[in-house]
C-alpha cells in the first residue's frame, strides 16, 4: 500500500488551511482503494433512493402490524456518513416508531453499571426500530483507541457481545451490525469541509482531530472487532462509504433485502452492489483503508 506522506503530527495545521491540499482532495474518492473513480450520478441517486424510500414506508406498516422489531447499528471511523445515512434511512418514516439513538458520554453512574445496560434501555419494543449511531461497539474501538477503557474492559466486552446478541436475535430482534469503511484521504477532506462550513463545524470536535493520529489503533481495534464479534447470528456488513451516495442506497437496499414485508418488490429494490458491499472476512482479507 501506498505510504501516506502527510504529516498528522498536527492534524490541525491540515483541518485549518483555508485550502485543502489539492493532491488530497484528488485522491479522496480512490483511497483506501475504493473502486470508483466518480460519484454517484445525482438525478439517478435522487430517483433510486425515492423508489427505497418508499419501501421503508412499507416495511414499518409491516412492522407495526407485526410487532416485529428491528435494531441497526452504524459504526465506523469518525466522518465515515453514519449521521448522514441514518438521516437517509428515516427521511420519510414516523420518527415515533423509527429512532435513532446516539448516546453521549457516561454519567458517573453509568460507568459502575454493566456495559450493555444503558443500550438495553434504547431496544425496540414492538413495531419499532432503533438506529444506533454507533452503539455498544464503542468498547471495542473509540475507548481502547482513545484510552477511555483498559485492555481487560476491551477483552470482556469482545468475549460477552456475542452471547448478548444472540440473546437479541433469539428474542426475534432483526439485528444489522454496518460498519462503514472510508479511506484516510476522504477522512481528512471531510474534515477539512466540516472546519470550513459553518453549518457543520459543531459536527468536528477534538477527538475527531486526535483520531487523524491514530489511523493504524483505530484499524487495528476494528480488525479485531470484526474477527471476534462477526457470528452467524449476528453478522457484520462492511460498507465502502467514500462515496456517500452509493453507500446510503446500497446500506438500505442491504436491510430490505434481509426482511420480509407485505409489498415487497425485489426488482425495484435493486442489486447490491459486491464491489462496496461485503461481510467482515471477504474485507478483511481485502485489506482495504489501512
Known amino acids: ?18 485550502e485543502l491540499d489539492p493532491e488530497i482532495r484528488s485522491r479522496a474518492l480512490a483511497s483506501g482503494g475504493y473502486p470508483y473513480g466518480a460519484p454517484y450520478d445525482k438525478k439517478v441517486y435522487k430517483r433510486e433512493l425515492e423508489i427505497l424510500q418508499i419501501e421503508l414506508v412499507k416495511l ?14 452504524f459504526e465506523g471511523r469518525d466522518a465515515a456518513g453514519k449521521g448522514g445515512a441514518i438521516k437517509t434511512y428515516r427521511e420519510h418514516l414516523n420518527p415515533r416508531y423509527t429512532m435513532a439513538v446516539a448516546l453521549p458520554k457516561p454519567s458517573d453512574r453509568e460507568q459502575t ?41 476491551t ?38 469541509d466540516r472546519r470550513h462550513d459553518p453549518l457543520k463545524t459543531w459536527k468536528l470536535s477534538p477527538i475527531d482531530l486526535e483520531a487523524i493520529t ?20 449476528a453478522p457484520w456488513t462492511v460498507v465502502r462509504a467514500n462515496d456517500k451516495r452509493r453507500a446510503r442506497l446500497n446500506l438500505i437496499r442491504s436491510v430490505l433485502g434481509r426482511l420480509d414485508y407485505a409489498g415487497k418488490n425485489p426488482p425495484l429494490i435493486g442489486e447490491i452492489d459486491t464491489s462496496i458491499v461485503m461481510d467482515a472476512r471477504s474485507f478483511l482479507a481485502l485489506g482495504a483503508d489501512r
Open 1 to 18: 500500500m501506498r505510504q501516506w506522506r502527510y504529516s498528522v503530527a498536527a492534524p490541525e495545521t491540515i483541518i485549518d488551511s483555508p
Open 214 to 233: 491514530r489511523w493504524d489503533a483505530y484499524s487495528e481495534a476494528r480488525d479485531t472487532m470484526l474477527t471476534a464479534s462477526d457470528s452467524p447470528h
Open 60 to 73: 414499518q406498516s409491516h412492522l407495526l402490524a407485526s410487532g416485529e422489531r428491528v435494531v441497526i447499528l
Open 113 to 153: 453499571q454493566w456495559y450493555f445496560q444503558r443500550y438495553v434501555d434504547w431496544l425496540p419494543a414492538a413495531g419499532e426500530t432503533v438506529l444506533f449511531d454507533r452503539s455498544w461497539y464503542n468498547r471495542a474501538g473509540v475507548e481502547p483507541v482513545m484510552g477511555f477503557c483498559t485492555p481487560a474492559q
Open 155 to 192: 477483552s470482556r466486552f469482545l468475549a460477552e457481545v456475542p452471547r448478548f446478541e444472540e440473546m437479541l436475535v433469539h428474542d426475534g430482534v432483526h439485528l444489522f451490525k454496518f460498519w462503514l469503511s472510508i479511506g484516510r484521504e476522504m477522512q481528512i477532506k471531510r474534515f477539512h
